[in-house]
């Protein structure tokens, strides 16, 4: 690999964790803003409570799946686009 690939190769890892960060993230604050739904709707006496451990770690579990597709996906895109440019570049 040469500088430029080796520097693509960088930039591609960046921006997967970037994306696995981000997906992560929002992920975990539709749980919490869930859970939160939840418990206010059962103080409220209109709902059955949730337990907090359970309700977190499924939700936990589903943002560490999502964050880990996506991020997969977009280091996926950049080793075609690595590919491509090295391809191109041998012509």
């Known amino acids: 690999m040469n500088r430029?690939?080796?520097r693509l190769l960088?930039?591609?890892f960046?921006?997967?964790f970037v994306v696995w960060?981000?997906?992560y993230d929002m992920r975990m604050h539709d749980t919490?803003?869930?859970y939160l739904v939840e418990a206010t709707r059962a103080q409220a006496g209109l709902g059955a409570g949730v337990d907090l451990r359970q309700y977190?770690?499924?939700g936990q579990v589903d943002a560490i799946a999502f964050s880990?597709?996506?991020s997969l996906g977009v280091f996926l895109a950049g080793m075609a686009t690595m590919q491509t440019y090295r391809?191109?570049?041998h012509r």
């Open 32 to 34: 919490v803003r869930g």
């Open 68 to 70: 880990f597709a996506w």
């Open 14 to 16: 960046a921006l997967a």
């Open 21 to 23: 960060n981000g997906v």
């Open 10 to 12: 960088i930039l591609w």
């Open 87 to 89: 391809r191109a570049s």
């Open 4 to 6: 430029i690939e080796t």
């Open 56 to 58: 977190l770690h499924r």
